[in-house]
């Protein structure tokens, strides 16, 4: 059995979503397996619902597998967050497409894509980035004559392009068209709106987010998110215990950027922090992972790991249980259903320590939840799979 391959955060699942996993099995008639973001997302937060509770519900909405994408590289930068991505639903040995959604899906992102991976795109890269450019803009200058590049969906079809083309030829991409109104718009006027419209609203107490969202969806939502005040305590906390020096140890922080966090020690909320630290060079998205990176107290070296190491699987319906027994075969790397002493023994550094990391995001997202029935640790060791009976 083939596969399509959906790359996600959903945060929260919302109807853009939804048409996206409908359309792609119209498109290519087959089932889709969504390689998820678990606790935080690549832009820096944590995520709203758990991530069993947003791959149930992608599940609900069409999807036949889930699977995590560890923050080992959803806290990273959109390359590294795209090629871990890509590589997990290479090894699973069945998925033959991407699809993406994107804005702009008639640009040649594999021509695009060519020249990104080409070395004097790359030295261009380099010399910009060290010219004050941000990383979006720098690709728009490198790229402009194959297509604008500059909203955030489409740099990541051009990084999931590359991914394929660099590690995984055999699985084609498809190009979608984005239905909603920008990845970072803050409008609702339809049925379809932005995870960070709906989020917004959500915070904002604005029942708006209702008509973007489906309705097997609301009950969480309207109980789900996290304490924000208490992310930045202990963002804080870690900020003023340790030096500059050591704060560069523990993230990707480089050329100095490690004492401009140190100082934000002392701002009085995460925005003023953001603020003084983030520049058209430092985006505040990159702050606010190199921030979670510094929380969760792992060596640099862990924040530069180049390939998944394990599947877990997160929800599935019938056609998804059939695609799980292929890949007892077909997958190339260990599969984790559930999380006990048989998947902790396996002998691997990196599938140790992506684990291990795994473990300690999901408990210190736990911790922040609003919700005290999941302020408990072990999360991942309580919590199965999620099986979604599947609709006749």
């Known amino acids: ?10 945060n929260p699942f919302h109807n853009g979503h939804l048409y996206h996993i409908q359309e792609t099995k119209r498109l290519t008639q087959q089932p889709v397996i969504v390689v998820m973001s678990g606790s935080f997302m690549q832009r820096g937060e944590p995520a709203i619902l758990s991530k069993w509770q947003r791959a ?11 699977l995590e994408l560890g923050c080992a590289f959803t806290l990273r930068s959109a390359e590294f967050f795209a090629r871990g991505a890509v590589e997990l639903l290479a090894t699973t040995g069945c998925v033959n497409t991407l699809a993406c959604g994107t804005e702009h899906p008639q640009s040649d992102f594999v021509a695009a894509a060519r020249l990104a991976c080409s070395a004097e795109a790359q030295a261009r890269l380099r010399e910009l980035l060290q010219s004050g450019s941000s990383y979006a803009q720098a690709w728009e200058k490198i790229l402009g004559a194959h297509t604008a590049f500059r909203s955030p969906n489409d740099i990541l079809a051009l990084e999931y392009t590359k991914a394929l083309l660099q590690t995984a030829a055999s699985i084609k991409p498809l190009y979608l068209q984005r239905t ?3 990845y970072n718009s ?13 989020r917004q609203a959500l915070a904002l107490g604005n029942g708006s987010w209702q008509q973007a969202t489906p309705a097997y969806t609301h009950a969480a939502l309207t109980l789900g998110g996290y304490d924000a005040q208490l992310l930045w305590q202990l963002l804080k906390y870690r900020l003023r215990l340790l030096t500059p020096s050591q704060l560069a140890e523990r993230c990707e922080a480089s050329e100095g950027l490690e004492n401009l966090l140190s100082k934000a020690g002392d701002c009085a909320c995460l925005q003023a922090a953001l603020a003084a630290c983030s520049s058209k060079r430092y985006t505040a998205s990159r702050i606010r992972r190199l921030l979670l990176q510094i929380l969760l107290d792992q060596s640099k070296a862990v924040w530069q790991q180049q390939e998944p190491a394990y599947l877990r699987v997160l929800a599935f319906n019938d056609t998804g249980r059939q695609l799980l027994h292929q890949m007892k075969t077909s997958s190339s790397l260990p599969l984790i259903t559930k999380l006990g002493q048989n998947a902790l023994n396996i002998n691997n550094a990196a599938y140790q320590t992506q684990l291990a990391l795994e473990i300690a995001a999901t408990d210190t997202w736990s911790l922040l939840q609003h919700d005290t029935a999941l302020n408990r640790s072990g999360n991942d060791f309580y919590q199965s799979p999620i099986y979604v009976r ?3």
Request: aromatic residues 4%; negative net charge; proline residues 0%.
């Open 1 to 10: 059995m083939q596969a399509t391959g959906i790359i996600a955060e959903y």
């Open 56 to 66: 149930a519900f992608a599940v609900q909405g069409g999807a036949d597998l889930v």
């Open 180 to 182: 909603d109104e920008g």
């Open 186 to 198: 803050t409008s609702i006027s339809s049925n379809i709106a932005s995870a960070s419209a709906i």
């Open 390 to 392: 599947s609709q006749s």
